[in-house]
T-cell receptor, first 113, second 113 residues
């Protein structure tokens, strides 16, 4: 069973607030990812990291930012939340090679009022 | 740009029926194809991963096939059970995308008792 955690699981917040979504994994995986998923829609990659101090933007443009200071931790930050940021955010990790599957956390459901 | 399509979008079957979910992708230059399961409001669980050199993978009542040259994969579920009800997602890892995945929109499966 994968050991990847996300907090909070649910967040309701007002427009303009700064929020940080936490993601941590205990498997020692080098690669980590953030996906955004609207209800009934496909997942879109918004950020990824291949290791400490490595971060890249994904396929879908996002106003969020990420950091990778420690291998196990990959937080996502929104400086000023807006209603358009309402979505589910899924974090995942994988080992170094492309032959390995990605392990997903339970997700954070964000609602911005 | 890789595009992944899943058919049907939704499927409802009686318990015990065998069923097939379809996935197609536009760029055959892939490292692997994966099938995931997503329960409502939850993260993704990896079901099967097929490397580009493989034709099929089996796990219990699940069998996934891959025809890389035609850009197609199928997920076969034998003797379906109500507990199989979930959304099934297909994802490909392209040769030019590192380890990043491109997802389809999923097939929402309901197995009725």
């Amino acid at each position: 069973e994968a050991d990847i955690y996300q907090t909070p699981r649910y967040l309701v917040i007002g427009t303009g607030k700064k929020i940080t979504l936490e993601c941590s994994q205990t498997m020692g995986h080098d690669k980590m990812y953030w996906y955004q998923q609207d209800p009934g829609m496909e997942l879109h990659l918004i950020h990824y990291s291949y290791g400490v101090n490595s971060t890249e933007k994904g396929d879908l443009s996002s106003e969020s930012t990420v950091s990778r200071i420690r291998t196990e931790h990959f937080p996502l930050t929104l400086e000023s939340a807006r209603p358009s940021h309402t979505s589910q955010y899924l974090c995942a990790s994988s080992e170094g090679t492309h032959q390995e599957t990605q392990y997903f956390g339970p997700g954070t459901r964000l609602l911005v009022l | 740009k890789q595009e992944v399509t899943q058919i049907p979008a939704a499927l409802s079957v009686p318990e015990g029926e065998n069923l097939v979910l379809n996935c197609s992708f536009t760029d055959s230059a892939i490292y692997n194809l994966q099938w995931f399961r997503q329960d409502p409001g939850k993260g993704l669980t990896s079901l099967l991963l097929i490397q580009s050199s493989q034709r099929e993978q089996t796990s219990g009542r699940l069998n996934a096939s891959l025809d890389k040259s035609s850009g197609r994969s199928t997920l076969y579920i034998a003797a379906s059970q109500p507990g199989d009800s979930a959304t099934y997602l297909c994802a490909v890892c392209g040769e030019t995308s590192g380890s990043r995945l491109t997802f389809g929109e999923g097939t929402q499966l309901t197995v009725n008792p």
